[in-house]
């Protein structure tokens, strides 16, 4: 029987995945409440936010339903949802970073697992929630121990963000069970699109290459990883929404093909043929990923992801060079 949802309540609404998932959810004719902290944990000199959240929020801004606040603080989460009463909400807010999730340990434990609890207990209180959706993560898995990981892969977290994202899921199967809504568990891997402050590999790359700055290849760049573009993570999230066949389940939602870090680097040399390649030792805090089965998401969401790092790395670079900060 197909979930009836209208009403979406989305956590980090205005953060990078979730100002393109509030446009696709628009596009859709859903009713949005976008709830944020409008806080970054990078260099406030390195990461543009404010500039960022502008172009984020260009266009969307009279569309939706925008509050401020912070996911930990139970007394307003509970506030809002008994006043908005969502029919779902999507669990986007975190300290996204794995590398600022082991700089500020304390920190990435309150926002990723008080701050889901707050969340819970919020959809407990106000008893219109039909579906939850969590964001966790491809580090859950920590080092791969086959080449390609399905959601049946043992989920040994190797650092913070991973272990704070998987202490999620259990948290969100544990609540959907005792308090009777539906769950949805999203497993994204390298997210990267224009409108990413976090410092991921990506930006930095295309960023340091458009300042003539060196590209960084830790260990060569031999390590693969699921480039994931922005816009095919934001339909499979719209996908999870509303698929009957979602309820209850746990999906890898990313590209489906592993590239390594160095293909990656000579995508982005294609469109600055002066970028210096330099390597450095090996990144060992990291896990050792690689390509995610998306056969689960494939048959039971209907998600088909279009973008590979060709297309992906050049709209990424058209869109900085058109909008991004001078």
Not at 46 to 58: G, P, T
Not at 126 to 141: L, M, P
Not at 226 to 249: C, K, Q, S, W
Not at 269 to 289: G, M, V, Y
Request: proline share 4%.
């Amino acid at each position: 029987m197909e979930t009836k949802i209208r009403k979406v309540f989305i956590t980090g609404g205005c953060g990078f995945v979730g100002s393109y998932l509030a446009r696709e959810l628009l596009k859709q004719g859903f009713e949005l409440l976008l709830f944020d902290a409008f806080i970054n944990f990078i260099d406030p000199f390195e990461s543009n936010y404010q500039f960022f959240l502008k172009a984020r929020m260009d266009g969307l801004r009279d569309k939706v339903r925008i509050e401020r606040g912070d996911i930990r603080v139970q007394k307003r989460m509970q506030q809002l949802m008994n006043e908005w009463l969502p029919d779902a909400t999507i669990h986007l807010a975190a300290l996204p970073s794995a590398k600022e999730s082991t700089l500020y340990p304390t920190e990435a434990l309150q926002i990723n697992v008080d701050g889901t609890l707050s969340v819970l207990e919020g959809v407990k209180a106000c008893g219109s929630v039909k579906r939850f959706i969590f964001t966790s993560s491809s580090f859950v898995y920590g080092n791969f121990k086959r080449d390609i990981a399905d959601e049946e892969h043992p989920t040994e977290p190797i650092d913070v963000y991973g272990g704070t994202k998987l202490t999620g899921e259990i948290l969100t199967r544990a609540y959907a069970k005792q308090h009777g809504f539906e769950y949805v568990i999203v497993r994204p891997s390298a997210v990267y699109g224009f409108g990413d402050c976090n410092r991921r590999v990506t930006q930095i790359m295309i960023e340091n290459a458009m300042r003539g700055k060196p590209l960084v290849l830790h260990g060569g760049g031999r390590s693969r990883i699921d480039f994931t573009y922005v816009t095919d993570l934001a339909g499979g999230f719209a996908r999870a929404l509303t698929a009957p066949a979602a309820a209850n389940e746990t999906f890898n939602v990313t590209r489906g093909n592993a590239r390594s870090v160095r293909e990656f680097a000579l995508e982005v040399k294609k469109h600055f043929p002066s970028a210096e390649l330099i390597e450095k030792p090996s990144d060992t805090s990291r896990p050792e990923r690689g390509t995610l089965s998306i056969e689960k998401a494939r048959k039971l969401l209907g998600y088909d992801p279009k973008v590979d790092i060709e297309q992906g790395v050049a709209e990424y670079v058209a869109q900085l060079k058109a909008r991004g900060p001078k």
